[in-house]
């Protein structure tokens, strides 16, 4: 088992920046890609994000390519999503998740998941 926890989130204006960290415990952090995804009210869960067990190979949606970044500490187990422009429609509760295979982009692809933490962007 795996242990996610996702922190960081909040209300920001449109234009504004959060960090996301998600710290993992349990069984090897570093043996996991890890995944972010976000839902908006009404909407179905989404790909965000996602990293390498390493480190060295990252992955974006289209929807946030250029405005955030994902990053990795093995040896502090924790993942982060620096979120940069934000916009109103990135606004949604942020999960965090650990995949056995990196390049899985889909919710049912992924092996654990934190119980999200919700951001905010108002305009």
């Known amino acids: 088992q795996v242990q996610l926890v996702e922190s960081g989130g909040g209300l920001v204006q449109a234009g504004g920046s959060l960090r996301l960290s998600c710290a993992a415990s349990?069984?090897?952090?570093?043996?996991?890609?890890m995944v972010w995804f976000r839902q908006a009210p009404g909407a179905e869960r989404e790909f965000v994000s996602a990293?390498?067990?390493?480190?060295?190979?990252?992955k974006y949606a289209d929807s946030v390519k250029g405005r955030f970044t994902i990053s990795r500490d093995n040896a502090k187990n924790t993942v982060y999503l620096q979120m940069g422009s934000l916009k109103p429609e990135d606004t949604g509760v942020y999960y965090c998740?650990?995949?056995?295979?990196?390049?899985?982009?889909?919710?049912?692809?992924?092996?654990?998941w934190g119980k999200g933490t919700l951001v905010t962007v108002s305009s």
């Open positions: 990293i390498s067990w390493s480190g060295g190979s990252t």
């Open positions: 349990g069984r090897s952090f570093s043996n996991y890609a």
């Open positions: 998740a650990a995949s056995g295979v990196f390049g899985v982009d889909y919710p049912g692809g992924m092996d654990f």
